[in-house]
């Protein structure tokens, strides 16, 4: 069995492995990391929870020191490009243990915190920068960044970034590099976009594959309801309140929506229904997203609705269920989904809500992962729920259109029929309006005009 000491690193590295109780590699770092330690470009196609941090940090923080470079001012000498805030805050915090020993600066720089902070902590630069492309662009431009000192450029999650739009970000930043740099590239799938960004990225790549793209983890257990769409929240409810007969012990259940605005919607109506929920989208601020995170990782709210944005790379253990509220039209986008659990050799549960115009795409999915679903049965009294339900909504409508006293000075929608004026109490209010002052009541000009018209038609 290979282990750490038998791949080349350092002495320090390995003191920073042993603190972490980390003694043997896994795969993908099994067979990256003597390539990286020779300072070769890599090229690695491998799913998130496989250990790729370590594969590309643990050789390059050797590189570093071996270089012994001094650190650049208002510069880094190491660039980590991440997708999101949350996997860019992971990868700097492994930087930080494996480098614990190695005396390297680390930092993180990502969008949604303030920029003047930035510009401050990079002002004297750092060995390690850990960014996402948006932020990073935003301090080039103010001049208060470059990146002409890198000697070391990592894509983390690439196929996710392409994803995301950032592919013209990531051919600016190609052009402000140096050339003469080694470049480390991860992906979990090898699109032809993906392809083409490796052959202007890298030079002679070593390629390291651990599985095959898109191949479902063994450990998962995948099952599915068949439910319709105005359903899904009901059986949502059901699920999570009464425990109804679902496989597996809910630890931390990690719920996907397509939008952002669907996130919220399910979290407000768990609330509603005495089940509390924390989102994370691209809309919630950086303070948020670290708050709901925290909650879900302390299990504090073991309930957390979210968006592809925590699909990639967030490493969050012991999430027992993730629950596919709204299939994704991307069949990739399921296993990275599901990736979320079965996570350091625990067994996990994935439960897909499919809709009749979800059909295909779980159809696209079967096909591109060869995924085996266990069909459940609804709960036995979902139907009476959800028809108990909606009748009292559609009783209430009628009682509320029809009010029977008239607000005071409201306009009728429908002209009424005339209506004589007599003195009794509760004459509409208003109904004298446009007499002249000081006329009484009860049409005498009008009785008055009337007779000067007969005696003049009679003269």
Do not use: W
Request: aromatic residues 4%.
């Amino acid at each position: 069995m290979t282990r750490f000491t038998d791949l080349g690193l350092s002495q320090p590295v390995l003191q920073a492995l042993d603190m972490k109780g980390y003694d043997t590699p896994t795969p993908i770092q099994a067979q990256a990391i003597p390539p990286v330690l020779e300072g070769r470009d890599l090229m690695g196609i491998a799913q998130t929870g496989t250990g790729k941090t370590a594969a590309f940090m643990l050789p390059s923080i050797d590189n570093l020191r071996e270089a012994d470079n001094q650190t650049p001012f208002k510069s880094c000498r190491m660039l980590v490009l991440a997708p999101t805030r949350e996997l860019a805050g992971q990868i700097a915090q492994s930087a930080k243990d494996y480098g614990a020993m190695a005396g390297l600066k680390v930092q993180s720089i990502v969008g949604g915190t303030s920029v003047n902070k930035d510009r401050n902590k990079l002002h004297r630069g750092t060995d390690i920068l850990v960014a996402t492309p948006g932020r990073l662009l935003d301090l080039i431009d103010q001049k208060a960044f470059t990146l002409d000192k890198v000697e070391i450029l990592v894509l983390d999650e690439a196929d996710q970034m392409l994803d995301l739009g950032f592919i013209h970000a990531l051919r600016r930043i190609s052009q402000l590099v140096p050339e003469d740099r080694q470049t480390l590239f991860f992906s979990a799938t090898m699109p032809k976009q993906i392809q083409e960004l490796v052959g202007k990225y890298c030079r002679n790549p070593v390629k390291v594959s651990v599985t095959p793209e898109s191949t479902t983890a063994e450990r998962i257990d995948q099952y599915l309801f068949m439910v319709q769409q105005d359903e899904k929240q009901t059986l949502l409810e059901m699920i999570l309140k009464e425990r109804h007969e679902v496989p597996g012990k809910f630890e931390r259940v990690l719920i996907f929506a397509r939008t952002k605005h669907g996130c919220d919607r399910i979290v407000k109506k768990l609330g509603q229904a005495g089940v509390p929920a924390n989102a994370i989208h691209g809309n919630k601020s950086q303070p948020q997203r670290e708050r709901a995170l925290d909650e879900f990782k302390r299990a504090k709210t073991p309930i957390l609705v979210a968006t592809d944005v925590a699909a990639r790379g967030i490493d969050i253990p012991g999430v027992s269920h993730v629950l596919n509220y709204e299939l994704p039209n991307v069949p990739e986008q399921y296993v990275h989904r599901i990736g979320r659990t079965a996570r350091a050799g625990r067994d996990g549960v994935a439960i897909a809500f499919c809709a009749e115009d979800e059909r295909d795409y779980l159809k696209d999915i079967r096909k591109k992962t060869d995924a085996e679903f266990e069909r459940l049965p609804l709960p036995d009294n979902f139907r009476a729920v959800v028809e108990g339900v909606g009748p009292t909504k559609r009783e209430q409508k009628p009682r509320l259109a029809k009010p029977k006293v008239r607000p005071a000075g409201g306009a009728a929608k429908k002209p009424k029929p005339k209506q004589k004026h007599t003195a009794r109490k509760g004459k509409p209010e208003g109904a004298d309006q446009g007499r002249p002052q000081g006329a009484k009541p009860g049409g005498n000009r009008s009785r008055s005009r009337n007779r000067n018209r007969s005696h003049a038609a009679r003269g």
